[in-house]
C-alpha cells in the first residue's frame, strides 16, 4: 500500500524532522503511555508530544539493571534503558518527561528518569477512582497542572481556540483508527493486527496532522483491497493485557504462525487509545478528564476495575466474534496479575477459553510461548469442529 | 503446656485461668498441636528477651489479639478490618471505644506476629493464598497472600467491611477488590495519588486534599458500618487512649536507638511498634501500655548498666526499610553476628503521626488528619526519606546500613537503589541491600542469608575500625 510505505518513510525521517523542530525552539515533551496523558494541551502549546512505547528489547531491560530490582516490569525498566542505551532517537530528543502516576512501576521510572538522567520530570496525578466526582476533580486539577507547565516550557499559551483545534484533531486521528480497527469484524479481515498495531504506534511518534491524512488514506485504500482469503477455521483471538509495546510485536507474530488470527487488542496502545473521543464541552479540560479518566476503559491499576473492563471485552468479544481471548502480560505486572485470575474464572463461566501468557522480554521465553500459543489454537480449532 | 506457654507470654495466673478454654478453643480452630506450642515455646526463648517482663506481655498481648480474632463470630454484631499501612486508626479506635458490639482486627498482621513469629506456621496460609488470586512467581506481596489465604482457609470471620489502603502501593487495592468478588467481603479504598515532584516536601495542599476527603469518607463509612455517628468528643477520647501507648513506646524507641548497646533485641522492635499503628482492642491496648511502661523501666536498668545484646561498641546498623513482621530470625542473625540494631528506617517516619508540623490555614479536622498522616508516611517523598536517614545516621553514631527489601515492595524496589547511592555518598558507610520478604521466610534462604550477614559485619567491623581509629 502506498500509504503505508509513505509513513514509514516518514517515520524513518522524524527523528531528524525533530531535531531540526528543536533547533528552531520547539519543545519536545516525552510521555509514558497508558493513555492518560492528554497530548492535545502539549500539542496544542506547540510543542512536540513524543509517546515513549519502546520495548521488546532484551538489552534495554538489562541495561537498567543496575539501577532497579528484579521485580520491576521489563517495560518500565525498558523506558529508562532505551535512554541509557542511546539506541531509540526519540528518548534523546525529550526536553522534559511527563510521567502519568499510574502503576508503581512507571511511577518509579519517573523517579529513575529523574535521578539518571538529569531530565526534568512532571509528574501527573491520576488517582484510582476513575468514576468518582474526586477523582475526576483531582484529575482536572492535575492537567491544569501539565498545561501551566507546558506553557512555562514553551512560553506559548494554550486558549480555549487552540486546545479545541488540537482536541478536534486528536479525535478524527482516533476515529481513524477506530474505523480502520473495526474492519477487522469481517470475517475475513483486511488488515492484520500486527500492522495495525504498528499504526497505532506511529501515531505515537508522527505528528498528529501528518498521521490523519494518513489513516484517511490507508483507511480507504484497506477498504478497496480484496478480502484476504482466510481459512473459515483459522481462529480469532483478542489480545489483552496492560500493553504492547513499539518493538514487541512476537506473540501477534506466534500467532500468525500458528494458524490464528487477533482480530481486537484491548490494551493501552489499541483500542483502550481510540475507542473513546473527547465530548465537546465548556470546560474543555473537564471534557479531556471525562474522556482520559472517565469513560474509557479502566486499567487494573485502577479501583474496582475488573469488572467493568471485563464487560467491556465481552463486548467486542462479541463484535469482533472471537473464539478465544490471548492474556499477554509482563512478568512482575501485580495488579494485570491478579486480575487474570478473575478473568480466567469469568471467561471459563461463559465458556470463552483464555491463555495467559507473561514476558520479560528474554528470547529464552520466545519456545514456551510458541508451544503454548500453538496448543491454545489447536484447541480452538478442535472445539470450532465439534461445535 | 499452653499454660507453660501462656505463662511464658507474660498472661497472669489469674488471666490463664480465665483464658486457657478460649485459648485451647482457638488452637484447635488454628490447627496449633501440642508439637507446635512446644516449639513456639522455643522459639521465643531464642529470639526473645524473656528475662525482660515487658517484652512477655507484649508477646501476650499479641497471642490475645489472634484469640479474639478467631472467635470473634461469638457474640459480636459488627466486625471492620484493616490492615498496613494503617489509615482511619482514629476512627476505628472511636468506634471500638464506644461499643461493646463492634470489633476491630488487623488479621493479616495479627497471623504475622503470632502465627509467623511465635510458631512459623504462615506456610499453609500463604500456599492456600497462593492457589487463589495472588500466585506465586510474578512476585506478589505476602501479606496480600496471607489475607487471601486465611479467607480461602476460612480461619477468619468475613467481616462487615474491610479498609484496603492504597497509601503506598497499588497491588493491595487490587488484591483486595478480589475479596469482594471471591470471598464477599465488603471492601472500603482510601486512596493517595503520588504525584508530588520531589522538590515540593511534605505538605502539598492538593495531596493533603485528597487524602483528607479519603479520610472523611472513610470514617463515614466506620459510622455507617457501627451505626452511630462519631463525635469530635469520641475522637478526642480516641486519640487520648492511643497515646497511653504510644508515648511510652516513643520513649522505648528512643531510649534503644540512643544506647550503646542497645538494652532491646530488634527482634522485638516490629511488635512493638505494629501496636501502635494497628487498632487493637481496648484491654489490649490497656495491656499494651503497662506491659510497655515495665518495659522502659527494665531497659533503662539495663542501659545504665551497660547490658545489651551484643557488647557495648559493636557496630551499629540502621535496618531498613523494614524488619520482618512474621520472622524475627533475620534481625537476629544480625545480632548473634554482633551487630547492634538499634533503629528501623520505618521509626523515622514514626514523628510526623506523633507530632506533625502545623500548617497554617488548616482548620478542617480531616485535612489536619490528613496533613499528620502524609508527614509520617514513608515512601512518600525520596528526598525527605533520604535526608531522614542522613540525620538520624549521624545522631544514632550508625556505622553501617542493612537495607532488607520487601521484594514485592514495587514503590520500594527502585527507590531503595537510589537510596543506597545517595547515604554512601553523602556517609560513604556500608550499605547493603538484600531482597528479602517482610511476611514469608519461604522466599530466602537462611543459610545464605546467614553468609551475607557475616561478609557485611566483617565489612562494618573493618569500616568502624577505620572510623574509630
Known amino acids: 500500500m502506498k500509504s503505508i510505505d509513505r509513513l514509514w518513510q516518514y517515520l524513518a525521517n522524524r527523528p531528524a524532522q525533530i531535531r531540526e523542530l528543536k533547533d528552531k525552539g520547539a519543545k519536545v515533551v516525552g510521555f509514558f503511555p497508558g493513555d492518560y496523558v492528554p497530548e492535545e494541551i502539549i500539542h496544542a502549546s506547540g510543542a512536540v508530544p513524543i509517546c515513549l512505547t519502546h520495548g521488546g528489547d532484551p538489552m534495554a531491560v538489562l541495561a537498567a539493571q543496575s539501577t532497579t530490582m528484579r521485580f520491576q516490569c521489563a517495560f518500565s525498566k525498558a523506558q529508562l534503558g532505551e535512554w541509557l542505551l542511546k539506541q531509540q532517537p526519540y528518548y534523546k530528543l525529550v526536553d522534559i518527561l511527563v510521567a502519568p502516576i499510574t502503576c508503581a512501576h512507571l511511577r518509579k521510572t519517573a523517579d529513575l528518569w529523574q535521578y539518571y538522567t538529569g531530565i526534568e520530570v512532571f509528574r501527573l496525578g491520576v488517582p484510582k477512582e476513575y468514576a468518582s466526582e474526586l477523582g475526576l476533580e483531582y484529575y482536572v486539577g492535575s492537567i491544569r497542572r501539565l498545561k501551566q507547565r507546558i506553557e512555562t516550557l514553551t512560553g506559548n499559551k494554550v486558549d480555549d481556540k487552540e486546545l479545541s483545534k488540537s482536541i478536534r484533531l486528536y479525535n478524527q486521528m482516533r476515529q481513524s483508527l477506530k474505523e480502520i480497527s473495526l474492519m477487522r469484524k469481517s470475517s475475513q479481515p483486511r488488515i492484520s493486527t500486527a500492522d495495525f498495531l504498528r499504526l497505532n504506534h506511529a501515531s505515537f511518534y508522527a505528528d498528529p496532522s501528518f498521521m490523519t491524512d494518513m489513516l484517511a488514506s490507508i483507511r480507504e485504500e484497506i477498504g478497496g483491497r480484496q478480502e484476504e482469503a482466510v481459512d473459515r477455521e483459522t481462529p480469532r483471538l483478542l489480545l489483552t493485557g496492560p500493553n504492547i509495546a513499539c518493538g514487541d510485536y512476537k506473540v501477534l507474530e506466534l500467532v500468525e504462525e500458528a494458524g490464528g488470527t487477533i482480530v481486537a487488542e484491548e490494551v493501552c496502545e489499541g483500542v483502550r487509545y481510540y475507542w473513546e473521543n473527547v465530548h465537546s464541552n465548556d470546560d474543555l479540560l473537564t471534557a479531556l478528564a471525562d474522556r482520559y479518566l472517565k469513560r474509557r476503559a479502566p486499567c487494573a491499576f485502577m479501583n474496582a476495575s475488573a469488572e467493568k473492563r471485563f464487560d467491556f471485552i465481552m463486548n467486542l468479544v462479541r463484535e469482533f466474534r472471537v473464539d478465544g481471548v490471548l492474556w499477554y502480560q509482563l512478568l512482575y505486572c501485580e495488579t494485570y496479575d491478579i486480575e487474570s485470575y478473575y478473568f480466567s474464572k469469568r471467561m471459563g463461566e461463559l465458556g470463552v477459553p483464555m491463555l495467559k501468557l507473561q514476558s520479560d522480554y528474554q528470547p529464552t521465553e520466545l519456545e514456551t510461548l510458541r508451544t503454548r500459543i500453538q496448543a491454545f489454537i489447536e484447541v480452538i480449532r478442535r472445539r470450532g469442529r465439534q461445535s | ?469
Not at chain 2, 464506644?98 to 496460609?125: H, M, Q, R, W
Not at chain 2, 547511592?421 to 522466599?443: A, N, W
Request: aromatic letters at 8%.
Open chain 2, 1 to 469: 503446656m499452653i499454660t507453660d506457654f501462656l505463662n511464658l507470654c507474660g498472661f497472669k495466673p489469674e488471666e490463664i485461668e480465665e483464658e486457657l478454654s478460649r485459648v485451647e478453643e482457638a488452637f484447635e480452630l488454628l490447627g496449633l498441636t501440642a508439637q507446635d506450642v512446644e516449639h513456639g515455646t522455643e522459639r521465643i526463648t531464642r529470639f526473645f528477651q524473656t528475662d525482660l517482663k515487658g517484652v512477655r506481655r507484649i508477646l501476650g498481648i499479641w497471642v490475645r489479639e489472634l484469640i479474639d480474632l478467631v472467635l470473634a463470630k461469638k457474640g459480636r454484631k459488627k466486625i471492620l478490618y484493616a490492615s498496613i499501612p494503617a489509615v482511619g486508626v482514629d476512627y476505628l479506635t472511636a468506634a471500638m471505644l464506644n461499643s461493646e458490639d463492634v470489633y476491630i482486627a488487623f488479621p493479616d498482621v495479627f497471623f504475622c506476629g503470632t502465627i509467623g513469629v511465635i510458631f512459623d506456621k504462615l506456610a499453609p496460609i500463604i500456599d492456600a493464598g497462593q492457589e487463589s488470586y495472588v500466585a506465586p512467581g510474578v512476585g506478589h506481596c505476602s501479606l496480600l497472600q496471607i489475607r487471601a489465604g486465611l479467607y480461602a482457609l476460612n480461619r477468619i470471620p468475613k467481616g462487615d467491611v474491610f479498609f484496603s489502603s492504597g497509601t503506598i502501593c497499588d497491588e493491595v487495592l487490587k488484591a483486595d477488590e478480589m475479596l469482594e468478588y471471591f470471598f464477599g467481603v465488603p471492601v472500603h479504598y482510601v486512596n493517595l495519588c503520588h504525584d508530588k515532584e520531589w522538590e515540593e516536601g511534605t505538605n502539598v495542599e492538593r495531596e493533603t486534599k485528597f487524602f483528607a476527603e479519603q479520610l472523611k469518607r472513610c470514617e463515614e463509612k466506620v459510622a455507617q458500618v457501627v451505626g452511630f455517628e462519631l463525635t469530635d468528643d469520641m475522637m478526642r477520647e480516641a486519640r487520648e487512649f492511643k497515646r497511653k501507648y504510644s508515648r511510652p513506646m516513643r520513649k522505648v524507641l528512643e531510649l534503644v536507638a540512643i544506647s550503646d548497646p542497645p538494652p532491646l533485641s530488634a527482634t522485638a522492635i516490629p511488635l512493638i511498634r505494629e501496636l501502635n499503628t494497628m487498632c487493637i482492642s481496648k484491654r489490649g491496648t490497656e495491656a499494651a501500655a503497662e506491659a510497655i511502661d515495665i518495659l522502659y523501666h527494665e531497659l533503662e536498668h539495663k542501659a545504665r548498666q551497660g547490658i545489651g545484646v551484643v557488647p557495648k561498641g559493636s557496630p551499629r546498623v540502621m535496618h531498613g526499610y523494614f524488619s520482618s513482621l512474621s520472622d524475627p530470625t533475620v534481625v537476629h542473625l544480625l545480632e548473634e553476628a554482633g551487630i547492634a540494631v538499634p533503629v528501623t528506617e520505618l521509626q523515622l517516619f514514626d514523628g510526623g503521626r506523633f507530632t506533625p508540623v502545623l500548617i497554617e490555614g488548616i482548620q478542617d479536622r480531616h485535612e489536619l488528619q490528613a496533613s499528620a498522616y502524609l508527614q509520617g508516611a514513608v515512601g512518600n517523598s525520596l528526598v525527605t526519606e533520604i535526608r531522614s536517614i542522613i540525620e538520624a545516621c549521624k545522631r544514632l553514631n550508625i556505622d553501617g546500613i542493612f537495607w532488607w527489601i520487601h521484594h514485592a515492595c514495587r514503590p520500594m524496589l527502585a527507590q531503595s537503589l537510589m537510596i543506597r547511592d545517595s547515604v554512601t555518598k553523602q556517609l560513604g558507610i556500608p550499605f547493603m541491600v538484600l531482597e528479602g520478604d517482610g511476611y514469608d521466610r519461604q522466599f530466602y534462604s537462611f543459610e545464605a542469608l546467614r553468609t551475607n550477614i557475616e561478609a557485611f559485619a566483617e565489612m562494618l567491623r573493618t569500616s568502624h575500625r577505620t572510623r574509630h581509629t
